[in-house]
């Protein structure tokens, strides 16, 4: 299960790190390129809900085997993509996000199946240490792949791991326990992939500045579709299990959960193209100043599944929270508002700090929301628990690079496209670092908002009642 979970940030975070190679390699922009990420965040958005009651339906342990297989299948054909064809490119990396919903979707209900209550929180500690060395290694992987070998390279590299975890979790995971089976939503489905395809085509039409009248168009098939959905969840076969949010630590962990991911989604887009496009760094070099983050991360989330068991789980959030505050304000400060020359050790810092934020927020909350429901409700609360990561980092993409052409446009920088098919950004960079600092300072207050909101969850994750579960024969 730990090779799903170091599966997860490697592959996104050294795609991320690959993004200005491979824009280079297609002639294309950011707002181009970033779909390599988006769409496998948007495909994995719509799939996490429906993947919950597939856990319940045929087994979880099965299902999560089956993840290793396709996200293995996608990372190889998107390696092998040609260099003429970027838009296939997108749907590959589409269809690799179906294995990978079905590995996340389901890692915490095993994990909490697997561990007893008094040691949850070291287990999503150690998840989270795995989680820290994976973000650790991938930046300078990635930038070392890129510029000794091929972006490729960035999804050849991770094979090795989908084979080893699909036949380790074939063997190793414990027999699958299944519930009832019952008539899948259909209709709630469909509202539900047609809702998050017209929000993030109305996000994508504001940022491009599309025509006038197909903003709305787009904007009124996004409420239909929120409309339609409603009705429908309200109906007997509901997408959702609402009853896991009947629990405070459950709902409110999740927001936080969907805040630390949007906030930390922002930087890892963005600064890259800072590094390499504007301070001149070579990928290896920008690789190993990003490691900076993911490293606190492995030295901080084991400390905070062990705090968390032995003190309650709101006062390490509480400072998770008050260190990505800190460390976003600094980068906004003096890191990168003064262009070129910006105070590289307070960007340092910076990255540290943020690295301690999701080492202390995600180890205890992330335990006391999968131990404050049933046995019965765990595989729902596992794939709303990775819907609302995957939620953050979607709306981190999104809206990461809308405020940043955004705040751009208001030092005279208009341009469709952020990259030109050179190396260079078309914006200068008194424009641009203007931009990345005004946007980590929305960053640093939504972490403010949230230190605020945190002081109110609960300090203890009481057992919920197991039910008794029917096992497979």
Not at 288 to 316: E, H, K
């Amino acid at each position: 299960m730990l090779l799903g979970t170091l599966l997860g940030p490697l592959g996104g975070i050294i795609v991320g790190v690959s993004l200005p190679t491979i824009a280079r390699d297609y002639g294309v922009g950011l707002q181009d390129v970033k779909w390599v990420v988006l769409i496998y965040q948007l495909v994995m958005t719509c799939l996490l809900p429906v993947v919950g009651r597939m856990g319940r339906r045929f087994g979880e342990s099965r299902l999560f085997v089956l993840g290793f297989a396709l996200d293995g299948i996608g990372a190889l054909l998107s390696g092998l993509v040609p260099s003429k064809m970027f838009w296939l490119l997108i749907a590959v990396r589409g269809f690799q996000a179906i294995g990978a919903a079905l590995l996340f979707a389901l890692f915490s209900a095993l994990v909490t199946r697997i561990i007893p209550l008094e040691k949850r929180g070291l287990g999503f500690g150690l998840a989270g240490a795995v989680v820290g060395l994976s973000i650790l290694i991938a930046p300078p992987l990635g930038g070392l792949l890129c510029s000794e070998m091929s972006w490729r390279w960035v999804f050849f590299i991770q094979l090795p791991i989908h084979i080893f975890g699909a036949i380790m979790g074939w063997r190793l995971l414990p027999r699958d326990t299944v519930g009832e089976r019952e008539p899948a939503p259909l209709t709630s489905i469909a509202l539900w992939f047609a809702l998050v395809i017209a929000l993030e085509l109305l996000a994508e039409g504001i940022s491009q500045g599309w025509h006038p009248q197909v903003i709305p168009v787009v904007g009124a098939a996004a409420l239909l579709a929120l409309g339609g959905f409603i009705v429908s969840e309200r109906g007997r076969l509901p997408l959702f299990n609402y009853a896991v949010f009947r629990f405070r630590a459950f709902w409110l962990g999740a927001l936080g959960t969907l805040s630390i991911n949007f906030v930390l989604q922002i930087m890892i887009l963005l600064l890259p193209f800072y590094f390499e496009s504007y301070l001149k760094y070579d990928p290896r070099h920008m690789g190993m100043f990003l490691g900076l983050s993911p490293l606190a991360t492995l030295i901080a989330a084991p400390l905070a599944g062990r705090l968390s068991d032995r003190l309650g789980p709101r006062w390490v959030a509480l400072a998770g929270w008050v260190c990505g505050a800190l460390g976003f304000g600094l980068m906004a400060w003096r890191g990168v508002a003064d262009g070129l020359d910006g105070h590289t050790g307070l960007l340092a810092a910076g990255l540290a700090l943020l690295g301690v934020s999701g080492g202390f927020f995600n180890s205890p909350v992330i335990a006391t929301m999968m131990s404050s429901v049933g046995t019965e409700l765990r595989p729902y609360a596992s794939s709303v628990g990775s819907l609302t990561r995957n939620l953050g980092f979607v709306a981190g993409t999104t809206l990461g690079s809308l405020w940043l052409a955004e705040f751009m446009a208001q030092r005279g920088w208009t341009g469709s496209s952020a990259l030109q098919e050179a190396d260079s950004f078309v914006a200068p960079v008194a424009a641009f670092s203007y931009a990345l600092a005004a946007v980590f300072w929305i960053c640093t207050a939504w972490c403010a908002m949230l230190t605020v909101a945190f002081i109110w969850y609960p300090n203890q994750a009481a057992a919920a009642p197991a039910l008794p579960e029917k096992q497979n024969s």
